[in-house]
């Protein structure tokens, strides 16, 4: 790398650009952008390379999606490297979109990734360009922006890349959030005495990500939106391995459309359980109390031959019949969610309602029948990050029992307890601090169950609260800590198997309010046709007044339905 010898340059050239620049277009040149550089000492053991920088206008771009309002903006991309004092080949790249001066608004913005990416590119980063921020996104050291976690893990078979694994637990994120505040107050010129209000929004393995600043660097971000958070890394990845155990242990493998079958009359049985028939199950929680899915036995099914695959991959025949007796049982094992052999609890499942992803099955062309398809997010967890070789899944879940998952689990916690599991409790320093974050769950999740949401959001009113009545100890996290479970609501979106359910979009703005203006939320506006709000935990949703006036009411056997107990472990599992 070539490196200036002196700060003093950056800083005096930094003072000169800043003094003329006047536009976007001004701003987005490499010079202007190398005299903004945070080459400040800010305590992370890093040195900025000036000739990495690069830079790209965008503008008219029409942007939108499930996390922020349709927009036409302007924008300004500006990419730098960095290394870390004593490791030798190392690079991490940060990227940065910059909104036009006139726009910008004394805010910074973080975004994360989704599965095993550390970033998802530019699907959360206009979100900050939308509210007048400066909004970054990392590479993490990875070697580049679509690089993911897994292909730089292992060094060699058996040797873990633990500087990698650090970085995607939280260190990379550390230091993208701090470079870029630094960052934006050098290029907008905003003052050490100046408020520059600091973001964060991501959901699942971004949602962790927004964990893992928030449980350690307490006065990182003012504010933070964490959706569907993938803590609890260990269980939920083994986790997803835990239907075709049960299909295995049944030696019944349903074709996948017995199961959405079986899903969708769950649906219409369980629609108006909140007191409004509309297609969206808002009221899991009774259903799971009292839908029981034996009345689907006898009920037929088919779906058509798909040269795609059906639900993807390998070409499918058709598929019809009736559903039979073995496939409800494992729907409703499934549901139940993971047990050991001596009856005690492992972990969680989706609600109901919810498609059953985890379990679906492939068809052998050759054997003419269907059999286990093992995800590759809990087989890749089983062979590459506890077994340290480079393989990305099982091949076969035969002789796996829900013992050895729960075993893995455990495994899993230890390795990894201090990097990527993310569920300390105790959150004094950020209550401390006076930030705020804002959860939403889609209550129909099928990749990160719902109920791990709620399960931590109780884990850290009993550490922090424990000694409080229950409503005494949620109206203590409201002054700070929110969870929103959204109706019908997939993972990280809206549901096409009910669409009426929307999404919250404005979550970012909300937590703006809540954080500069003390406007705390009581629900949230969602884009739904049929639900316009969102209820805050423990609160659920009951329809009155022939379907026409939203109350949010405290129900406490349905909240009882929730709460878990991992017994089958002999630690606390937050």
Not at 379 to 385: A, E, K, M, V
Request: proline share 5%.
């Amino acid at each position: 790398m070539h490196l200036y010898s002196s700060t003093l340059a950056l800083a005096l050239s930094s003072v000169i650009a800043l003094a003329r620049a006047a536009s976007l277009a001004e701003i987005c040149t490499i010079s202007y952008a190398t005299a903004a550089l945070p080459v400040e000492d800010l305590g992370l053991a890093v040195t900025i390379d000036p000739s990495s920088v690069s830079v790209a206008l965008t503008t008219n771009k029409t942007v939108g999606s499930n996390w922020y309002p349709s927009s036409i903006v302007d924008y300004c991309t500006v990419t730098f490297a960095y290394s870390h004092h004593g490791l030798n080949n190392d690079t991490v790249h940060v990227s940065y979109l910059v909104p036009s001066p006139d726009k910008f608004s004394n805010r910074y913005l973080s975004t994360g990734g989704g599965g095993l990416a550390i970033n998802q590119g530019t699907s959360y980063t206009p979100s900050g360009i939308v509210v007048g921020a400066v909004a970054g996104i990392t590479d993490g050291g990875f070697g580049s922006f679509s690089t993911a976690f897994d292909a730089a893990f292992l060094l060699a078979n058996g040797t873990v890349n633990w500087q990698a694994t650090y970085m995607f637990g939280y260190q990379a994120h550390h230091e993208l959030a701090t470079l870029g505040k630094q960052f934006t107050r050098n290029l907008f010129n905003v003052s050490a005495d100046a408020r520059l209000y600091a973001y964060y929004q991501g959901c699942s393995e971004g949602g962790r990500e927004g964990w893992s600043q928030a449980q350690r660097y307490a006065d990182q971000f003012d504010g933070l939106v964490t959706g569907a958070p993938a803590i609890r890394f260990s269980h939920l990845q083994t986790n997803h391995l835990s239907g075709g155990v049960l299909e295995v242990a049944a030696d019944y493998f349903p074709p996948p459309c017995e199961l959405e079958k079986i899903r969708n009359l769950t649906i219409a049985a369980c629609d108006g359980l909140d007191g409004k028939v509309d297609g969206v199950v808002a009221r899991s929680d009774l259903c799971k109390l009292d839908y029981d899915y034996e009345q689907a036995i006898g009920e037929t099914y088919n779906c058509a031959a798909r040269p795609g695959g059906f639900p993807g991959g390998a070409p499918t025949p058709e598929q019809s019949g009736t559903v039979t007796a073995e496939a409800v049982a494992i729907a409703k094992a499934f549901t139940d969610g993971l047990l050991d052999s001596r009856g005690r609890r492992i972990y969680l499942n989706p609600q109901p309602g919810s498609s059953f992803a985890d379990a679906q099955t492939k068809y052998d062309a050759a054997t003419g029948s269907w059999e286990p398809a093992p995800s590759s997010l809990g087989g890749g967890w089983i062979t590459r990050f506890l077994g340290l070789e480079d393989k990305d899944n099982l091949d076969t879940l035969a002789g796996v029992t829900a013992d050895d998952l729960r075993d893995w689990m455990l495994q899993g916690m230890h390795t990894y307890g201090d990097s990527l599991q993310t569920t300390w409790p105790v959150l004094d320093g950020f209550r401390a601090a006076g930030a705020k974050i804002l959860v939403v769950h889609g209550e129909a999740d099928s990749g990160i169950p719902s109920g791990s949401s709620v399960h931590y959001y109780e884990a850290v009113r009993n550490a922090m609260f424990g000694d409080l009545a229950y409503d005494d100890g949620v109206a203590a996290l409201d002054a700070f800590y929110r969870l929103y479970l959204v109706p019908g609501g997939e993972h990280c979106a809206s549901n096409p198997a009910q669409p009426g359910a929307g999404w919250p979009a404005t979550t970012l703005q909300t937590v703006i309010d809540w954080v500069e203006h003390g406007v705390a939320p009581d629900t949230l506006n969602t884009t739904g046709k049929t639900i316009d709000r969102i209820c805050r935990w423990p609160l659920r949703p009951l329809w009155s007044g022939n379907e026409t006036t939203l109350d949010c009411v405290f129900d406490q056997r349905s909240v009882d339905s929730w709460m878990y107990t991992f017994d089958a472990f002999k630690v606390p599992i937050y």
